[in-house]
């Protein structure tokens, strides 16, 4: 079978057992080309095409996703990072060849892509599908067996990924292991080839301290405050329509999503009307509440619910004003879209990574007022701009350090399969997405070749004579 239960593999130690088949199994992939790979890639892209609805379903059942938003994003970004990759599979896993120098004139190289071998994936509870089968597809593209750790705080997604793996892998390939932070101890006790973890920064530090044991490579793909900064010369209601859906999707649920805005003191008041006309459109069209909605999450238990309600509560002790939104509902682990001003910098919610659907809105006089704000904190994992100035725009890239960018817009930075997704330092470690995710589950191997009988190299061999000199004096002067 593909999946086995948190208490079977307690009770019988089978993870080592499933680890040291997919490293049996893993020798064979590694000889594969890249025809098989793709194969396997079909077939997952089938059963995601046929199981729409499923996958629809266990998000609702999780945490009330709408059926829409799935589609948006869980399924639809899978299935564009499935064809992207099988569109240039063939590419990827040739040799790639590199320039040669002068000096190694007669010689050539180039990088020869290889699995790693066998890897862990440890999904996360957010965008538990897409963040279990964006890093798969990489790994299976690379040639690689894959044990996936689904979250346990959204049970129904990680049923559907368990029958995903018996339905459509060999378990000697791929299989999903089911269980609580204990089972993942577990795993981490084992001597992975590569491991990738999507989750916060410091679950990140554990797994990284776990792959220290083995020297095992990783990919961390963790979070933190990012900013959106708007300028005086934006275009306020599409920043406000991008800002608030990019905070409301998933209920504020993701790891990409502004955790806070920065707004030119001149343009607070009208960004804020239109923020506030938004939220209205967005989510209470029809004047029933946003507790009515069908386009607006859930928090996903009740753990998260109370450390969100947590945040607005000790915002407001501290001075913060509510400026739209605010209601809270915890029968339905609801919480509505919230603006905050005036949030000290000292409140949780100006410390913490928000994950939820608050969105404290401060403001600034000049650009170099609002970088060292953002800079003042551990670099973010997404940067927002705002504003229709070039020199603007050139000034926040240049000088606000972070994983990834968008310049008006949010979120889709993420969706683009041709650009690197990752963080940096305290973001995350490594880099996703298309050909990035490839090498992330790869060995690249150089590779030199070098032509036999007599070559320039063999001029500098022993001994040592003044002639060699001489050329190793014109090496070191035109080389």
Same mark, same amino acid.
């Given at each position: ?336 879209? @919230? &603006? /905050?001003?005036? %949030?000290? #910098? !000292? ?8 994950? =939820? ?52 817009? @949010? &979120? /889709?930075?993420? %969706?683009? #399969? !041709? ?8 973001? =995350? ?51």
């Amino acid at each position: 079978m593909a999946s086995v239960p948190a208490s079977a593999l307690l009770e019988t130690t089978d993870l080592t057992a499933l680890f040291q088949r997919q490293k049996a199994r893993s020798e064979a992939l590694r000889r594969e080309e890249a025809a098989p790979r793709a194969a396997r890639l079909r077939k997952l892209g089938q059963w995601i095409a046929t199981n729409r609805t499923a996958i629809q379903q266990a998000l609702h059942a999780d945490f009330r996703k709408p059926a829409l938003e799935t589609d948006v994003t869980e399924i639809w970004p899978s299935q564009t990072e499935l064809k992207h990759t099988l569109r240039h599979l063939k590419r990827w896993t040739a040799p790639q060849p590199v320039d040669t120098p002068l000096a190694l004139m007669g010689a050539r190289g180039w990088m020869q892509a290889e699995p790693k071998g066998v890897c862990l994936v440890i999904a996360p509870w957010n965008y538990p599908f897409y963040l279990a089968i964006d890093p798969l597809i990489s790994a299976l593209a690379a040639g690689n067996c894959v044990i996936i750790k689904p979250s346990e705080m959204t049970p129904a997604v990680a049923a559907l990924l368990s029958r995903l793996a018996q339905e459509v892998f060999d378990p000697a390939e791929v299989v999903v292991v089911e269980g609580d932070k204990d089972v993942a101890t577990e795993l981490l006790k084992l001597p992975f080839d590569h491991i990738f973890f999507t989750g916060s920064p410091q679950v990140g530090k554990v797994v990284m301290r776990a792959a220290a044991e083995h020297l095992t490579s990783v990919t961390l793909e963790l979070g933190g405050k990012s900013p959106a900064i708007v300028d005086d010369t934006a275009n306020l209601r599409d920043a406000a329509e991008k800002i608030v859906w990019g905070k409301g999707i998933n209920a504020g649920q993701t790891c990409v999503a502004p955790d806070y805005v920065l707004v030119h003191e001149a343009v607070q008041e009208p960004l804020l009307a239109e923020m506030r006309a938004v939220m209205q459109r967005f989510y209470n069209p029809g004047g029933q509440g946003v507790v009515a909605s069908e386009s607006f999450a859930r928090i996903v238990n009740q753990h998260h619910f109370e450390r969100v309600a947590g945040l607005l509560e000790d915002a407001q002790q501290r001075g913060a004003t509510v400026a739209a939104g605010g209601h809270v509902d915890g029968r339905q682990r609801f919480i509505e879209p @919230t &603006i /905050l001003l005036n %949030a000290p #910098p !000292d409140s949780r919610v100006m410390q913490e990574e928000i994950f =939820g659907p608050l969105l404290p809105v401060r403001t600034f006089r000049t650009l170099m007022e609002a970088t060292d704000e953002v800079n003042a904190r551990p670099r973010p994992l997404a940067l927002y701009v705002f504003t229709q100035s070039k020199e603007n725009q050139r000034y926040l890239l240049r000088n606000i350090p972070a994983g990834g960018a968008a310049v008006n817009e @949010t &979120i /889709l930075q993420l %969706a683009h #399969p !041709d650009l690197p997704f990752g963080g940096a330092g305290n973001s =995350g470690i490594g880099r996703a997405h298309g050909y990035a995710g490839f090498l992330a589950f790869s060995n690249e191997k150089a590779v030199l070749k070098q032509r036999t009988g007599r070559t320039g190299i063999k001029s500098f061999y022993p001994p040592y004579t003044p002639k060699v000199q001489r050329m190793v004096n014109w090496l070191l002067k035109y080389l």
